[in-house]
């Protein structure tokens, strides 16, 4: 079983509506979650990071913690074409050193 | 402006002829890291390293050295490329291994 894990996609959603976008680890003592978003050829930029149990917003951002069930979520309101891309979780174990991402989940917004 | 440099961007080489690729941080992050991008395969880390000197494997470093003499600088070396080394590379670097990293621009090497 993979660290992280990702739905590799492609999650198409038509422009204005939600992209749900989800990730689940495996280890328990996990404690860093990251969302980055990767255009194709480029590098992966920082979205958002996520530390605790709950809901976390940032302008039409909003990651969402289950460390129960061992889950991160990211949805996207109002989706616009410019956020087709791939977006990748990455989860860092408290106990060691190695920042693991996710295989990515590849997003198209269609007008 | 606080960024990750990484030089060169682009590289064709031939099999076996040493090459370097630089990484440079300025904005005084203790840890930095090397991952490779191949399509299907996500990112995988190659070495990172904590601190100056201080520098450890990471899931495919085979094939890779590296080394941490400064602060701000994280080459990258393949004393021997072989062509399963094309790839696109990125360098990254954060506050301490637990923090958001920041990727640099990347680099695409082609081995043949």
Redesign the interface.
């Known amino acids: 079983q993979k660290e992280v894990e990702q739905n590799s996609g492609p999650l198409s959603v038509p422009e204005g509506a939600i992209a749900s976008l989800n990730c689940t680890y495996s280890d328990r003592v996990s404690q860093s979650f990251f969302w980055y978003r990767q255009y194709s050829g480029k590098s992966p930029e920082l979205i958002m990071s996520i530390y605790s149990n709950g809901d976390k917003e940032d302008g039409r951002f909003t990651a969402q913690l289950n460390k129960a069930s061992q889950y991160v979520s990211l949805l996207i309101r109002d989706s616009q074409p410019s956020d087709s891309a791939t977006y990748l979780c990455a989860v860092n174990p408290n106990a060691g050193n190695m920042l693991t991402f996710g295989g990515g989940t590849r997003l198209m917004v269609k007008p | 402006e606080a960024q990750v440099t990484q030089n060169p961007r682009y590289l064709i080489t031939v099999t076996g002829k040493k090459l370097t690729v630089t990484c440079s941080q300025n904005m005084n992050h203790e840890y930095m890291?090397w991952y490779r991008q191949d399509p299907g395969?996500?990112?995988r880390?190659i070495y990172?390293s904590?601190n100056v000197e201080v520098t450890?494997k990471?899931?495919v470093p085979e094939g890779y050295k590296v080394s941490r003499k400064e602060k701000r600088n994280f080459p990258l070396i393949l004393e021997s490329p072989s062509p399963n080394q094309t790839s696109?590379y990125?360098c990254a670097s954060?506050l301490s291994?637990?923090?958001?990293?920041?990727?640099?621009?990347?680099t695409r090497l082609t081995v043949t």
Do not use: A, I, K
């Open positions: 890291s395969l996500g990112l880390q990172y904590m450890d990471g899931d696109l990125f954060s291994f637990s923090d958001e990293q920041y990727f640099g621009p990347g």
